[in-house]
């Protein structure tokens, strides 16, 4: 098959489109005809060399899929050669062929597309365990999402909004607008504005429920400061670095805070496949209704691999960037 490889660590150049080994699906797996794939941080990293995928998992860059099963294992009973199918992958998407495990097979509904679809899987399931399985965010709370515009970001807005949460976002000033249509109650830019300052002045000084963050280090403390009692904080990335000097932590005391750091990737594939199905139960139904979407930015053909690369490393992205494969 064809597939996106790496003539060596490094630069978005360093991608091509060469030959490697079809792979073979095990009993409870089924092989899918890829039709669209999708970006996410962690191939950035990987393409760099500083995020290797899981041992037993496939070396090739990709996290999600969607496309047409054209081969089932011998144990897989809920599925059929043909079914229109999407799910989360601990690589191998950036190719013609990949395997996906029947537990975390999602169908596509009728109406979508398969660039939709694939668009769907890693930051909704991110932003699903990151809200309702770790934070446990409930309707009536208040939650502070930083990179309200990223694809977990969008994914996050939606999911809170659904429980029946007070949603505030930060993301700088031209992303705004994305946020908002999306059902944010605020958006904070950033760059101008200081977050703590204008949380606590929008919640009366009593902070957000919930937090959820991609950025580390530069925003520990002011996340710790704008929690409230008993306040939850979900750390998904290290963006901005992993020592925070003069760190005064006595709030995680007073406030009773839990602070809780998640990646989804190095899960097993029984919590992966635990949580796919809760997020089908959770939110099938709105994605059919079209309540939920996925926010996408921008659409390329996987040839194209390394100006998308180069898109999402720049920030310049609002929701998804996905790859068509050809």
């Given at each position: ?85 999407c799910g989360l992958i601990g690589g191998g998407g950036y190719a013609e062929y ?229």
């Amino acid at each position: 098959m064809k597939a996106i490889l790496l003539k060596e660590f490094g630069s978005p150049e360093n991608m091509y489109l060469g030959d490697y080994a079809t792979p073979s699906p095990k009993p409870n797996e089924v092989l899918v005809k890829v039709k669209a794939t999708a970006l996410n941080r962690a191939d950035t990293l990987q393409r760099k060399g500083q995020y290797p995928p899981p041992p037993g998992d496939s070396p090739i860059m990709g996290l999600e899929i969607a496309g047409d099963i054209v081969e089932v294992g011998n144990e897989v009973k809920n599925c059929s050669i043909g079914d229109r199918v999407c799910g989360l992958i601990g690589g191998g998407g950036y190719a013609e062929y990949a395997v996906l495990s029947e537990g975390m097979i999602l169908p596509i509904p009728p109406s979508m597309s398969y660039e939709v679809a694939a668009a769907i899987p890693e930051v909704f399931l991110t932003a699903f365990q990151s809200i309702c399985w770790i934070a446990n965010l409930k309707k009536g709370e208040s939650i502070l999402i930083h990179a309200g515009a990223s694809g977990v970001g969008t994914a996050a807005i939606q999911i809170a909004k659904a429980i029946g949460a007070t949603v505030y976002v930060t993301a700088s000033a031209g992303k705004h607008t994305a946020c908002l249509a999306l059902g944010a109650d605020k958006a904070i830019d950033y760059k101008k504005e200081d977050f703590e300052a204008s949380i606590m002045e929008l919640t009366d000084r009593k902070g957000v429920n919930v937090v959820i963050d991609f950025v580390a280090a530069p925003y520990l403390q002011k996340n710790i400061n704008v929690l409230s009692l008993d306040g939850r904080m979900v750390l998904l990335a290290l963006l901005g670095g992993i020592q925070t000097p003069n760190l005064n932590i006595m709030n995680l005391l007073v406030k009773r805070l839990q602070i809780t750091g998640s990646t989804l990737r190095s899960r097993d594939k029984s919590y992966k496949a635990a949580l796919t199905q809760a997020l089908k139960e959770f939110a099938w139904p709105l994605f059919k209704n079209q309540s939920f979407k996925p926010v996408i930015d921008s659409v390329y053909d996987w040839k194209e691999v390394a100006k998308a690369h180069t898109r999402m490393e720049s920030n310049l992205n609002i929701g998804k960037l996905v790859l068509r494969v050809s």
